[in-house]
C-alpha cells in the first residue's frame, strides 16, 4: 500500500470505515492517523500519515509467535488465525509499529487489508472510502499496478526501515 | 500486557509526541452497533443496501445502508453515481450509523412538568398528548395574537416540510442559522455583484482550476466532501493553492502559498492584490469590458491601496502580494477565490465577501470552466396545496423600516429580537418550534438566546439528540434519525442537475417519528389538511417523480438519478457569451448600484478592526473533519475519533503562561464571561501568538449526552460579542478576546438553568 502524504488531509475516514468493515469494537482500532509539524510560525511543514500494519516482508510478529496463528498468507498479507491466538501478546511486543491490540474476545487483532474484500477484488475499506484518494493499494509484484507506478515515480519513505522488518507500507511525498 | 496505542497521535516538532484522541479501553466486546456482537465481518453480498443520502452535515451525499440479515446497520458506503460523494462518504457519513446506536437519544415525547415545591421536570408522554399539547398551544395563539407570533429555526432537510407547515399556518417567521450565523453575507456580497447568490454546494469549479485561492476556509478540515475529493484531484493536476489564513490549517499545508496574514486585515489583501492587477494591466479586459459596471470607479479607488499599503496592515510582504496576484491572473479564467463558507467574522463580511466577487470578475472567473460555474436542479414541482395564507406582519416589523433590507433570508438574531418584548412593538413573537439545530451551539450572544427563550409562552424543541435546546423545550418530540426515515427528494444544484431518495434502512428506533409524520400530525390538528393530502410520504415522492418521469420504484433501485441540463450552459460565459445579469445594471456590478441605493459603501474598503487587549488573545474557531457542529459530539464511532476540543497556544504565550501540553484551562472572555469546562491546552507552531483557537461544537452541558458532557468549552458560550454585520446582520462572531484562568472559578455558571 502507498499513502499519499501530499494529498491526505487526516479526517480519519479510514479508521471509520475500517471499524464498520471489520466491526472493531469501540475503544480499538486498526489503522489511525499521524500528524507531523515541523518548523516555527510561520515557517512549517506539515503532513498526515494514515497508519496501520505494515505487512512486513520480515515480519518479526510472525517470528516471535509460539502457535503459528501469526503468519503471512499468499500474497504476503501478515494475517492472526484467531482460534489459534493464545492472546500471548509476544506479537504485541514485537511491532516497531505498535499496530496490534488485544481484541476483548482475547485473540490479537490488526489490519487485514480487508482480506475478505481482496479475496473478491475489491480494495480495503480504507481504500475505497478516502475522499482525498490518497491510499493506493495494489500487487507490488505487477510492475503495472497503481501502487507500483505510484512507488517507481514519485519519491517515498518507510517506518522504521533500520528495524529490518522489510514493512510494506510505503509514504509518497 | 502493553496497552494499545491512542490511535490518533500528533507528533509536534519539539514537543514529543502529544496525544489526540483514543486511549486505551479495557471494555468487553460492546462493538460498534453497540451490542455483544464480536461477529467478522459480513459481505455485501449477504446484505440488503438502501438507499439515503446523508444528514450528518449539510452536504447531503448520497450513499446506501447496508443492513444484516438480522436487520441490523452495519455500514454506510457512498453512491458511485452521486456527485456529492462520488462513491466515498466522509468520516462523518461512514460513521452516521453512531446517530442510529446512539444509546442517549431521545426516546420518547417529553412534556415540562412542575411539582409543588416548584422544581421542574420532564414526563414522558404519548404521541396523541404531546402534538395535542403542541396544536393547543400554537391554535391558542393563532386566535389570540395571530399566527405571525410563531417563529420555526429550522436546519436540515426535514426542516423544509416543518417550514412548509409554519407557512400553511400562516407564518413568515423561518429561519435557520446557516443565514445570519454563516454563509448569509457570501450570499448578499455575491448577489450585489452578479445578481446570483454562490448555493450550497458551491458552485467553485474546483476540479478543473489551476489556482485556487482560500480565505480563512479551511477545506480538509471542513469535511465538504466534494471539495474535499476535487481539491486533492486539483493537487493532482499541479494546480496552485494559495491559502490566506492566520492558522496553519490542512489546506495551508496542501499549498504552495500560505499567506500567514494577521487577523482582522482580509479586506486590505483582497484590495492589494486588485491594485496589482489593475494596475499590472492582469485583468480580463474582454470581460471587463463586456460584462462589468464601475472598473473605473474600481480603479481610482484601489489606486493608493499598493501592496506596501497593505504590508503595514496585513504583515504579508508586497513581494508575496504581487507574486500571488500575478499567480492567480496567469491561471485565470481557471481561477477560483473561493467565496468560503462560514463567513460571519468582523461585521464587515458582506464588504469583504464583495472583494472576493470583484476579484473574480477581474480574472473573469465566473461562468468559466476552473472558475465558478452555472449550476443547475432539477426544480421540482411541490405537491398540489392551496397558497398559502398571506401574514401581516413579520419579525422585520420589529426593527425600523428598511433595517436589514438586503438579509435575503430571515435573521436568527432578528427573531431573538423580535421575540424580547419590547414597548416600542406591542406584537412579540410568542411561540418557537426549533427543528434540528441546537441553539445554545449555534447562536452568539447566548444572553439574549436565552432572554428571547425566557420570554415565550411556549417552545417545542424536535431533535434526535437531547442537545442543550432541549433543556428549555416545554415540549420535546423525537424524531428519528436519517437511517429510518424517509424524507424529501434532495434536489441541489450541481454541474448536473441530480435527485436523490432517502428512504429508512431500519424501522425507528424507541418511540420516535420521522419529521414528516409530526408535521402532518400537527397540520391535522391545526385544520391544515388540505396543505398535506397525501396519506404519507412515499405518496407525495411518487407523486413528484412522476412528474420528472421517475417513479419511488426506480428511485429505491438506484438511490440517486441525474437529469439533463435545461437552462444555460455549465460555463455560459467561457466564450464571452451575451448575458444579463440580475442586477440594476444587468452587469457584473463592481461598483454595487444596490448598496449605493442602501446607503451603503459601493466599494470594499478596510476598516480596523479591535486588537486584543494585553493578556488576551483573539477566540478562533473551526471545524474537525470528524464531526458536524455540535450534532456528533455524543456519535459513539466519532466520539471515538475526538471527545473533546482543546484550546491552541503558540509556544511563546504557552511560555509566558508557563502553559504545559494537556493542562486544563478555563477560559475567561472580554466581558467576564467564563468557560463552563476546562479546556485541555495544546500547544503548537501552527497558530499566531496573538490568538487562540477552537473546534466548534463542544463543552456540551447536558448530562444526558454521556459521552459529550463536559467534553472541552463551548466556544459559543464566550462569543458574547457581535459585530453585526449593518448590511444583512450576520453576526460577527470573530471579535472575542479570551484569557486563562489556571485555576477553577467559582462562578462560571451565571444563567440560570431551566
Not at chain 2, 362 to 389: D, F, I, Q, T
Not at chain 2, 591 to 614: C, N, Q, V, W
Not at chain 2, 719 to 726: G, L, R
Request: with cysteine; glycine share 8%.
Amino acid at each position: 500500500m502507498a499513502i499519499d502524504t501530499n494529498k491526505c488531509v487526516g479526517c480519519a475516514d479510514c479508521v471509520v470505515a475500517c471499524q464498520t468493515e471489520n466491526n472493531v469494537p469501540h475503544g480499538f482500532s486498526r489503522d489511525w492517523i499521524v500528524e507531523n509539524v515541523a518548523g516555527t510560525y510561520p515557517n512549517l511543514n506539515m503532513n498526515f500519515r494514515s497508519e496501520r500494519c505494515n505487512h512486513c516482508d520480515n515480519a518479526p510478529c510472525v517470528r516471535c509467535c509460539p502457535t503459528g496463528a501469526s503468519h503471512i498468507a499468499e500474497g504476503g498479507i501478515v494475517l492472526v488465525t484467531h482460534d489459534d491466538c493464545i492472546g500471548c501478546s509476544a506479537c504485541i511486543e514485537s511491532c516497531p509499529y505498535d499496530a496490534r491490540y488485544v481484541h476483548p474476545d482475547g485473540y490479537v487483532d490488526k489490519c487485514t487489508f480487508c482480506i475478505q474484500r481482496i479475496d473478491k477484488g475489491q480494495n480495503p475499506a480504507c481504500v475505497d472510502v478516502c475522499p482525498t484518494h490518497c491510499l493506493h493499494f495494489g500487487d507490488l509484484d505487477n510492475p503495472n499496478s497503481e501502487v507500483s507506478l505510484a512507488l517507481k515515480n514519485r519519491k517515498w519513505y518507510v517506518l522504521a526501515p533500520e528495524a529490518g522488518t522489510k514493512p510494506q507500507l510505503y509514504f509518497l511525498t | 500486557m502493553k496497552t494499545r496505542r491512542q490511535f490518533i497521535k500528533i507528533s509536534t516538532a519539539g514537543a514529543g509526541v502529544a496525544a489526540l484522541g483514543l486511549h486505551s479501553l479495557k471494555v468487553k466486546g460492546l462493538n460498534l452497533l453497540g451490542e455483544e456482537n464480536t461477529e467478522e465481518p459480513v459481505s455485501d453480498e449477504d446484505m440488503t443496501a438502501t438507499p439515503t443520502y446523508c444528514e450528518v452535515c449539510f452536504w447531503k451525499c448520497a450513499g446506501w445502508t447496508y443492513v444484516d440479515k438480522k436487520g441490523r446497520i452495519r455500514k454506510i458506503i457512498g453512491n458511485k453515481n452521486d456527485p456529492h460523494s462520488n462513491g466515498r462518504m466522509c468520516p462523518r457519513g461512514t460513521g452516521g450509523l453512531g446517530m442510529y446506536n446512539d444509546e442517549n437519544r431521545l426516546k420518547t415525547p417529553l412534556i415540562r412538568e412542575e411539582d409543588d415545591k416548584g422544581h421542574q421536570y420532564f414526563r414522558k408522554a404519548s404521541w396523541d398528548e404531546a402534538l395535542n399539547l403542541v396544536a393547543a398551544n400554537m391554535n391558542k395563539l393563532r386566535k389570540e395574537h395571530g399566527p405571525e407570533c410563531m417563529a420555526l429555526f429550522a436546519h436540515g432537510t426535514g426542516g423544509k416540510i416543518m417550514s412548509h407547515l409554519i407557512k400553511a399556518y400562516g407564518s413568515p417567521n423561518i429561519t435557520a442559522p446557516s443565514f445570519a450565523q454563516c454563509r448569509g453575507p457570501r450570499e448578499v456580497g455575491f448577489f450585489a455583484t452578479y445578481g446570483e447568490g454562490v448555493l450550497s454546494p458551491e458552485r467553485t469549479d474546483i476540479r478543473d482550476t489551476r489556482c485556487l485561492v482560500l480565505i480563512g476556509s479551511h477545506i480538509g478540515e471542513n469535511m465538504h466532501n466534494g471539495q474535499i475529493q476535487e481539491m486533492s484531484e486539483a493537487i493532482d493536476n499541479g494546480a496552485t493553492i494559495i491559502t490566506v489564513d492566520p492558522r496553519y490549517s490542512t489546506a495551508a499545508s496542501h499549498s504552495r502559498y500560505w499567506l500567514a496574514i494577521k487577523p482582522a486585515t482580509d479586506i486590505a489583501l483582497l484590495l492589494a492584490w486588485m491594485h496589482v492587477i489593475i494596475e499590472e494591466e492582469l485583468y480580463d479586459k474582454a470581460y471587463v469590458e463586456k460584462y462589468t459596471y464601475g472598473f473605473g470607479e474600481l480603479k481610482a479607488h484601489v489606486k493608493d491601496k499598493t501592496p506596501e499599503w497593505a504590508y503595514g496592515i496585513t504583515t504579508i510582504e508586497p513581494d508575496v502580494i504581487r507574486r500571488t496576484a500575478r499567480e492567480m491572473a496567469g491561471a485565470a479564467p481557471s481561477v477560483i477565490v473561493h467565496p468560503g463558507r462560514h463567513v460571519v467574522w468582523y461585521g464587515d463580511d458582506t464588504q469583504r465577501s464583495r472583494a472576493i466577487a470583484i476579484l473574480n470578475a477581474l480574472l473573469g472567473s465566473w461562468g468559466r470552466r476552473g472558475g465558478l460555474y452555472n449550476p443547475e436542479k432539477v426544480h421540482l414541482p411541490s405537491y398540489p396545496h392551496p397558497p398559502y395564507p398571506k401574514p401581516k406582519r413579520s419579525w422585520r416589523d420589529a426593527f425600523p423600516k428598511g433595517k436589514y433590507k438586503l438579509a435575503s433570508e430571515v435573521l436568527t438574531s432578528g427573531i431573538c429580537d423580535a421575540t424580547i418584548p419590547n414597548p416600542e412593538w406591542d406584537c412579540h413573537l410568542r411561540g418557537w418550534i426549533v427543528y434540528g439545530t441546537n441553539l445554545m451551539a449555534s447562536l452568539p450572544d447566548q444572553k439574549k438566546t436565552l432572554q428571547a427563550i425566557h420570554s415565550l409562552d411556549f417552545l417545542v424543541v424536535i431533535d434526535t439528540m437531547p442537545m442543550d435546546i432541549t433543556g428549555y423545550a416545554d415540549v420535546i418530540l423525537p424524531e428519528c434519525t436519517y437511517l429510518e426515515r424517509y424524507d424529501i427528494l434532495r434536489d441541489s444544484p450541481h454541474r448536473e442537475p441530480y435527485l436523490a431518495l432517502r428512504m429508512p434502512a431500519a424501522k425507528p428506533k424507541y418511540e420516535t417519528k420521522p419529521g414528516w409524520w409530526i408535521a402532518k400530525q400537527l397540520a391535522h390538528r391545526l385544520g391544515l389538511d388540505d396543505y398535506f393530502k397525501w396519506d404519507n410520504i412515499e405518496e407525495m415522492l411518487e407523486w413528484q417523480l412522476k412528474q420528472k418521469g421517475s417513479s419511488l420504484e426506480e428511485m429505491k433501485r438506484i438511490g440517486v438519478k441525474k437529469f439533463h441540463r435545461e437552462y444555460d450552459d455549465l460555463y455560459n460565459l467561457q466564450n464571452l457569451e451575451d448575458c444579463e445579469f440580475n442586477t440594476n445594471t444587468g452587469k457584473i456590478e463592481l461598483y454595487s448600484t444596490e448598496l449605493e441605493e442602501e446607503g451603503f459603501d459601493p466599494f470594499p474598503d478596510y476598516t480596523h478592526h479591535p486588537e486584543p487587549p494585553e493578556g488576551y488573545y483573539r477566540l478562533n474557531y473551526g471545524r474537525a473533519p470528524m464531526h458536524t457542529f455540535s450534532r456528533t459530539v455524543d456519535n459513539h464511532n466519532l466520539w471515538d475519533l475526538m471527545k473533546e476540543n482543546k484550546v491552541w497556544v503558540n509556544p511563546k504565550v504557552a511560555d509566558l503562561w508557563n502553559l504545559k501540553n494537556g493542562q486544563e484551562v478555563w477560559l475567561k472572555n472580554q466581558d467576564g464571561i467564563i468557560s463552563i469546562f476546562p479546556i485541555k491546552v495544546r500547544i503548537t507552531e501552527r497558530i499566531r501568538w496573538d490568538s487562540v483557537y477552537m473546534v466548534h461544537g463542544f463543552g456540551q452541558d447536558n448530562k444526558k449526552l454521556t459521552r459529550a458532557y463536559g467534553r472541552g468549552a463551548n466556544d459559543t458560550h464566550l462569543i458574547s460579542k457581535v459585530m453585526e454585520d449593518p448590511i444583512m446582520g450576520g453576526t460577527g462572531m470573530r471579535g472575542n478576546f479570551v484569557t486563562f484562568l489556571k485555576e477553577a472559578p467559582a462562578n462560571n455558571r451565571k444563567e440560570d438553568k431551566a
